[in-house]
């Protein structure tokens, strides 16, 4: 950490679901905070003691007038045209910290560029990015604009954001389980057992990462990071994780992924394959540890989400493409259990097994009933 006289610190943005932490956490390291936000939101977990900046962030102009001849130590750019800022901010701060996210990856968001296997896993900061918009426009986008960032500021550090989830989420994927535990739905339909891998952050985990590059300046600059939770539980851990939370229990109704079409918001994709980072360099180097363990995280993310619930039909379920169509999800799982009722899997003369390697239930006895 820096010693001496108090830090210059401006904050782009601040109100979103990771901003109070990140705020909040340079103030106990010392820092003097400036937030600069469109006024819009103001959140009560932020002291009086921060300075606030309202004008456009998206607007460059708004941004240079708004800043005037002002500079800061650090600039932790968290909203608004991120090219823009890191240009802006050129002589005006002694260290740069942006966030961005995963779909700057070839094949995270257009997993069909790798065959329907998806991307390769786990995806290192060094794997292949989008380089052309017709394989996916928005990841061409994020990437182009990481380039911007560090031709501008080549000590910069940069944060690829995963799934990042928590209170007051704008797009609250894990809306789609609470409330249909809320609602005590019997049941729940996921693809293929639940098991896919969607690296997710919890809000708090996630701006401690940040904080850690504040921390480090030495270590951070010039780097790219992923960051997210240690642990990336499958989206059946998650679906269980919230029912737990919420005192319910759903039935998990697996169906192939051409046939679970109410999964869709969760998988977040047009295939249900995986998308999880490596995050070894953010361990290593910068010391990266959860501050709330996964489980727990989304424990809390359940809680909030039932004491603050969405209205029906409110922007965050629109934007979810969830109907929550019980009466149709209901016909779906009587007919898929239908189906299966009538297929009988017999027919085999050996029926296949798991190897003589397996030991585990289900696998190969011990061959000796005492053992030494």
């Known amino acids: 950490m820096r010693e001496g006289p108090a830090v210059n610190t401006l904050v782009i943005g601040g109100t979103g679901p990771t901003g109070p932490f990140i705020v909040n956490g340079l103030l106990a390291r010392g820092h003097r905070v400036a937030m600069l936000h469109s006024g819009a939101h103001e959140r009560d977990e932020i002291p009086d003691s921060v300075e606030h900046i309202h004008t456009d962030p998206f607007d460059a102009d708004a941004l240079r007038c708004a800043l005037g001849e002002r500079t800061f130590d650090v600039c932790i750019a968290t909203y608004g045209r991120l090219r823009r800022i890191a240009e802006l901010m050129v002589g005006r701060c002694g260290q740069f910290v942006s966030a961005g996210g995963g779909p700057a ?70 809306w789609c389980v609470i409330r249909r535990a809320l609602d005590r739905r019997p049941h ?95 361990h290593v180097e910068l010391g990266y540890e959860d501050v709330v363990p996964a489980r727990e995280a989304w424990a809390r993310t359940a809680r909030w989400w039932a004491a603050h619930p969405i209205e029906p039909g409110a922007l965050p379920e629109t934007l979810l493409l969830d109907p929550f169509d019980y009466a149709a999800e209901d016909v779906l799982i009587e007919r898929w259990k239908r189906a299966l009722a009538s297929i009988e899997p017999g027919g085999f003369a050996v029926e296949p097994g798991y190897t003589l390697a397996y030991s585990g239930p289900g696998g190969r006895s011990r061959s000796s009933s005492d053992f030494e």
């Open 105 to 174: 990856y070839r094949g995270y968001m257009n997993p069909a560029l790798f065959g329907d296997g998806g991307m390769p896993i786990p995806i290192r900061e060094d794997a292949p990015r989008v380089e052309h918009g017709s394989d996916d426009e928005k990841g061409f986008r994020i990437a182009r604009t990481e380039d911007a960032v560090l031709e501008h500021h080549p000590t910069a550090t940069h944060f690829r954001y995963p799934i990042v989830y928590g209170p007051r989420q704008l797009l609250p994927r894990e």
């Open 188 to 282: 729940i339909i996921l693809p293929a057992e639940g098991l896919t891998l969607l690296h997710c952050g919890y809000v708090e985990n996630v701006a401690h990462a940040v904080l850690l590059a504040v921390d480090r300046p030495e270590a951070a600059a010039g780097r790219i990071y992923n960051c997210g939770d240690s642990e990336c539980l499958t989206l059946r851990q998650m679906v269980e994780a919230i029912a737990a939370a919420l005192d319910h229990r759903f039935e998990i109704v697996s169906m192939p992924w051409s046939l679970a079409v109410p999964a869709r918001p969760l998988v977040m994709q047009p295939l249900p394959t995986h998308r999880l980072y490596d995050l070894g360099r953010l």
